[in-house]
């Protein structure tokens, strides 16, 4: 027996305004598509795309050692700041590359040892 999708049974939802077409240009499918935007289309997604084939691009064999600066310079050929190069790299980590970060003395880190590019 299928799920009954009138509004009697979701009645026990608060909040539910019952079932309704795609694109009828509700409050809530402005919600959604606010959801939907800040999920998978981040602000920065046009820099993590560039910045992904830039690091591909650069790293053609593994495992390597890639020192802070050389991430900053990546950045900056794409029109970037450094600090925000670091960042987007970081951000990266798991998706790109995966490897394990060389520590600094003053508590951060100064490069990172890339086992495997994705």
Known sequence: MG???SVGAMAKFPG?????????GTER???WQVLR????RTPDRRRQLMMREAIKRR????PVRLPKSEIEEMGV????DAGEAARLFVRLK????RGKYVASGEGGWEAVLVEEIR
């Open 3 to 5: 799920v009954s999708r």
């Open 16 to 24: 539910f305004r019952g079932y309704k077409e795609r694109g009828t």
């Open 29 to 31: 499918d402005e919600e």
């Open 37 to 40: 935007e800040g999920r998978y």
């Open 59 to 62: 790293i053609r064999e593994c």
């Open 77 to 80: 050929e794409l029109g970037l």
């Open 94 to 97: 798991g998706v790109v590359w």
